[in-house]
């Protein structure tokens, strides 16, 4: 049975879109407010005043304007004022990724992970018709998904590929990022650099750059290590690595 769930969306997308800026870019976010009640938008890429995220009241808009100065995975967010966490648990929120400008990273096959949960109990008919409060005063998800979806096509990959995941953790809890199958080469979280690392921690509101390198043909699979029990709802992307396919950038 499919499950279907009525969120609130920026375009209508969960989650959000990706938006995608240069270190020393200067970026402008326009957003419009075409619902019925005050949104806003904060964009954990940003260095300014809390006052630009909104709220803006319905049928009015805003803008950011800014010069990204740091390269990284980071949440944006619906930003209302005390209401903030259910807007943001009800389906506004997305990745910002800020490429850095002068170093370059080794080629690889990129993709974005949001990970987030659903706060309310499908009817009969599979449809979840909004957040519940009560759950999400609790931090208490009906399940936990990777991109807004439950169902997932496998990714082909080549062995000896590196993939790199622009990880982003709207929460609850902490992300336990690990890849069935190898070690995390490299992760970037923020300046810091770790190596070989089995499972990397993301809290919510924050992201990583997670690297890791396809050893050999065969089934991989990128997973929240402590949130293995969404398994059964499809809460995992699988890697398939065979002989054939060909690396990224080669
Ligand atoms: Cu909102």
Redesign the pocket.
Known sequence: MGMRFNA?TYNGKLPAPVLEACEGDRVKITMA?H?G????LDSHAFRTSMMHF??VEPDESMVLDKTMDTPGAFMYH???GP??D???K?G?YGAMVVYPRDRRLPAARELVVVESAIYGDPDPSGLIPGTSPARAQRNDPAFMMFNGRLEHETLAVAPGERVRAYVVNVGPGVAAIHVMGTILETVYDGTAEVRNVQTYGIPAGSGAVIDFIIPETGTYGLVDHDRLSYLPYGMELTFEARATASPAGK
């Open positions: 609130w407010n619902a009640t005050a949104h806003g909104g709220p619906c930003a209302s209401v903030t259910l807007h943001i009800s506004l």
